[in-house]
């Protein structure tokens, strides 16, 4: 079964500090994980995904097949990142996603 | 490139009753995936349609049904609501085989009285 755990409901941080949104997963084969946002009145979209390695809007997420994480970070927040974030867990070339229940990030001024 | 779209955005049912919602794909996308997202809660799979037939189900029982067009749109029907049914109903499209995520939709807020 798949499983994805985000163990913070609401995570806030002043803006210029570091942040970084826990994702830990529970799989046995080979995973696809994702991150998706939502900006208020926007969305779901697309933040980033751990086959391309890329830093979207500053932030990287590194997958940690031994500890089973994909943490999101970003070493200097803003305030424009203030949004909900899902971490999803995809099977290998198969359609259903589990995400979980989602980090609310709030960057204080 | 058009995007998702959804329709209707709200709705209000009564228990009993039957609903259908409908959803266009991305163009250039084949694979559309339903999920429902309870207030507090990430989005949960429902199925998910390729190529006009069903390619995956979650733990939702038979009177969630769908549908997939020729052109790649889609219906999610629900027979017999429920006042759990209560949520947001989400459509996300996706091109199979890409490693790619999704695109979703705007959603439609479903409301059971």
């Known amino acids: 079964a798949q499983r994805v755990t985000q163990p913070e409901k609401l995570l806030s941080v002043f803006k210029g500090a570091p942040v970084e949104l826990k994702c830990n997963y529970s799989?046995?084969?080979?995973?696809?994980l994702f991150w998706y946002v939502q900006y208020s009145r926007q969305r779901l979209q697309l933040l980033l995904r751990?086959?391309s390695r890329e830093s979207i809007k500053g932030f990287t997420a590194d997958l940690n097949k031994g500890e089973t994480s994909f943490h999101l970070k970003k070493p200097f927040a803003q305030e424009e990142d203030s949004a909900m974030y899902y971490c999803a867990l995809r099977r290998t070339n198969a359609g259903k996603s589990t995400f979980g229940d989602g980090t609310t990030l709030t960057v204080k001024p | 490139e058009t995007g998702v779209t959804q329709s209707p955005t709200h709705l209000i049912k009564t228990r009993g009753q039957q609903v259908t919602l409908r959803c266009s794909s991305q163009s250039g996308h084949n694979t559309v995936s339903w999920y429902q997202q309870a207030l507090g809660q990430g989005p949960q799979f429902i199925f998910q349609?390729?190529?006009?037939?069903?390619?995956g189900r979650g733990n939702f029982p038979p009177r969630f049904s769908g549908l997939q067009f020729p052109n790649y749109s889609s219906e999610l029907n629900v027979n017999a609501l429920e006042l759990d049914d209560s949520a947001l109903y989400l459509c996300?499209?996706?091109?199979?085989?890409?490693?790619?995520?999704?695109?979703f939709g705007s959603g439609t807020r479903l409301t059971v009285v």
């Open positions: 799989y046995s084969g080979s995973p696809e």
């Open positions: 996300a499209s996706s091109l199979a085989g890409t490693g790619k995520g999704y695109t």
């Open positions: 349609y390729y190529r006009e037939e069903e390619n």
């Open positions: 751990h086959i």
